[in-house]
């Protein structure tokens, strides 16, 4: 957000603290952070190899192409019933006012699926064989697209997402055993899967104890539970619903430390800290049972120390937590640089499971990770090593790889600084809009019911919405050249004016005084499309008073009138252009339209009558590549607009 200069937004500020009034920020985030997704294979799952067999000879000498449908289901790979992860890789800002959208890039990170059936192979017609298909993702080509997000509402949304899918088969056949491996990012003999699908729901919180997914983000899902997706190709489709672990489970929270383990570190354990969100009794745990059971969807058999083991409140939420150990070393034989998914489970004393995960960013020994500070902060510790080898051996060569991987340090450091700042800016700016917001509903009402005080109230709600244009920063108004803002009663049904009235009666229009009157009132969103319409006024008006360069500037009336119809479109092309923006209705949005129509009609040419037979300007009815102004009934006067007045830079000048 751009910072805000006029001393109009602190004084609103000042006035709501002074006002004594506080809002609570409604709940769930706005941003939903990168994280994992996990899923589950139902029907309808299935390949066709109709459009790109597999080619002769593949099986063996004189086997024929294989061209059927395969049916596929999942095979579990943990956590839970998860047979496919997609990780999404950063995260998505989805500030108000929604609908909000961003699209960020996703990876199929793991796929774990089986025939249901043997396909049958024949060579040359004869001798068929049955062969079992294992699918996995592409091990020499990563499976990529994108996923926007959009937020509807403070509960969550509905996404739309592309994946290129780069299979990896294993064909087993079933009479010997035989394997014959396909991976098609590494042997291109069959093309991607480009996967797409949209409209798929997603919401904030989990509707199930046991379903598996990222913390602020749970894609398949309404509030109701989970929503079958099918992501469709020409010639595939894959049916998923989310993962979970076994009903009947406990669904436990799980928190590592180290949140970021170093392979370089020596230490002698990994922390981890279990909670029941249900009312089950911490103390019931069976410590012997707790284990490292999933790493990244691949089997890890880590059990936990014996030895030490406490229960306390260790995040200060109100509810015990057990601590756990485990070996350090054999985590770090089970991991590689990057981010890892942890799953941990354990039992009751009484047979009990539960089941959690958590993430962990493991560090390697120099710097790879650009957007990681903590990895950065591995490489310096990497480069004081080096530097300390450098004094003892003099070599100069070592000084200056120090030197470099420092700066690389640095310039990361002030990147990640520049991150931070940008997202406590949009954090307050969410939360100062979301106030704005809330104190209009009650103000709103009680302009209604408090005919007496309409004028006062009036005036703080157009404050209000003032600050919320501040925020949403709209690039043709420079709040600068606003003068006053006031509500006024005895304006007409436009319900705007700025800045043609003489008010103080001194001989000349009133620059940048803004008013709004009672027709403006008649929903929020009007009220916000009017106060920008006026205030792109001021601003027309205050550039060509400064002499600045704006596009469009105030354009003095012509015998015609069409500087000020020039004005009032510019105006309303804004409000049109950012309808969405700003919640117009469609019936709002199409009265602006007649509104713009109208002033367009009303152009006309200097030496004649209106445009009554709404003949506009932006015609060629002759054919000649001329724009025709014909409203004087001369069908030879070809002249565009800006040379019938040259003076006139706005507008019509820059959009011909």
């Not at 294993?170 to 396909?182: H, P």
């Not at 029941?276 to 707790?290: M, N, P």
Request: aromatic share 8%.
């Amino acid at each position: 957000m751009r910072k805000i200069r006029k001393i109009s937004v602190l004084a609103v500020v000042v006035m709501l603290v002074t006002m004594g009034l506080s809002m609570v920020i409604p709940a769930g985030a706005q941003n939903v952070p990168a994280g994992f997704d996990y899923f589950t294979t139902v029907t309808p799952t299935y390949q066709d190899f109709g459009g790109t067999p597999i080619p002769a000879d593949f099986f063996g000498p004189g086997s024929d192409p294989f061209d059927g449908i395969v049916y596929y289901q999942g095979v579990s790979i943990g956590p839970g019933d998860t047979d496919t992860i997609v990780e999404r890789k950063s995260d998505a800002d989805l500030p108000p006012p929604f609908p909000s959208s961003e699209t960020v890039p996703i990876e199929l990170v793991a796929l774990s699926l089986k025939s249901e059936a043997p396909i049958t192979i024949t060579y040359n017609g004869l001798n068929p064989e049955l062969w079992d298909i294992d699918v996995a993702v592409s091990a020499a080509t990563p499976s990529e697209g994108t996923m926007t997000i959009t937020r509807t509402d403070t509960n969550g949304g509905t996404l739309d997402s592309t994946l290129n899918v780069y299979p990896a088969f294993t064909f087993t056949r079933i009479s010997d055993g035989a394997v014959l491996y396909l991976d098609t990012g590494e042997i291109p003999i069959l093309p991607p899967i480009p996967f797409t699908a949209s409209g798929v729901p997603w919401v904030d919180t989990s509707p199930d104890p046991y379903i598996i997914g990222s913390p602020g983000f749970y894609p398949s899902c309404d509030e109701n539970g989970k929503v079958l997706t099918i992501a469709q190709s020409d010639y595939a489709a894959h049916g998923i619903l989310p993962a979970q672990y076994e009903e009947g489970g406990i669904k436990a929270t799980i928190d590592i430390n180290p949140d970021t383990l170093s392979l370089k570190s020596r230490g002698k354990f990994i922390t981890v800290y279990v909670e029941f969100e249900d009312s089950y009794d911490i103390s019931d745990v069976d410590v012997s049972t707790v284990a490292i059971f999933d790493i990244n969807g691949h089997p890890a058999d880590i059990s936990a120390e014996s030895q030490p083991t406490e229960i306390d409140d260790y995040d200060s939420d109100g509810i015990s937590d057990l601590m756990v150990k485990f070996d350090r070393s054999d985590v770090q034989d089970s991991v590689d640089p990057g981010y890892a998914i942890i799953t941990v489970s354990g039992e009751l004393v009484d047979g009990t499971p539960f089941y959690g995960l958590d993430y962990i960013l493991v560090a390697p020994d120099v710097i790879r990770n650009k957007d990681a500070i903590v990895t950065s902060l591995q490489g310096v510790e990497y480069a004081i090593d080096l530097l300390e080898r450098a004094l003892l051996m003099g070599l100069s060569d070592l000084v200056d790889k120090v030197l470099d991987l420092i700066h690389h340090f640095i310039e990361m450091a002030l990147d990640a600084l520049e991150r931070l700042i940008k997202h406590i800016t949009q954090y307050i700016k969410d939360a100062l809009y979301n106030i704005a917001e809330n104190l209009i509903i009650p103000l709103w009402a009680l302009a209604d019911s408090s005919p007496g005080y309409q004028n006062i109230i009036y005036n703080m709600i157009l404050f209000l919405k003032l600050f919320l244009l501040m925020l949403l920063d709209p690039p043709e108004i420079d709040f600068g050249c606003m003068n006053s803002l006031g509500y006024d009663p005895g304006l007409g049904p436009h319900g705007g004016e700025t800045p043609g009235a003489d008010r103080n009666g001194d001989g000349t229009p009133d620059s940048g005084d803004v008013r709004i009157g009672p027709s403006a009132f008649y929903s929020e969103a009007w009220l916000l499309s009017m106060l920008k319409h006026e205030l792109i006024h001021a601003t027309q008006w205050g550039h060509e008073r400064m002499g600045g360069s704006y596009l469009g500037p105030w354009n003095p009336g012509h015998p015609d009138t069409n500087g000020d119809e020039i004005n009032e479109l510019e105006a309303t092309d804004a409000v049109i252009r950012e309808a969405a923006e700003l919640g117009l209705s469609a019936a709002e949005l199409q009265a602006w339209r007649d509104y713009r129509n109208q002033h367009f009609n009303g152009m006309t040419d200097e030496s004649g009558p209106e445009n009554t037979a709404d003949q506009d300007r932006m015609t060629d009815a002759d054919g000649n590549g001329v724009l025709d102004v014909n409203e004087d009934g001369d069908p030879n006067n070809d002249t565009d607009y800006t040379s019938d007045h040259p003076a006139d830079t706005g507008y019509w000048a820059t959009h011909p």
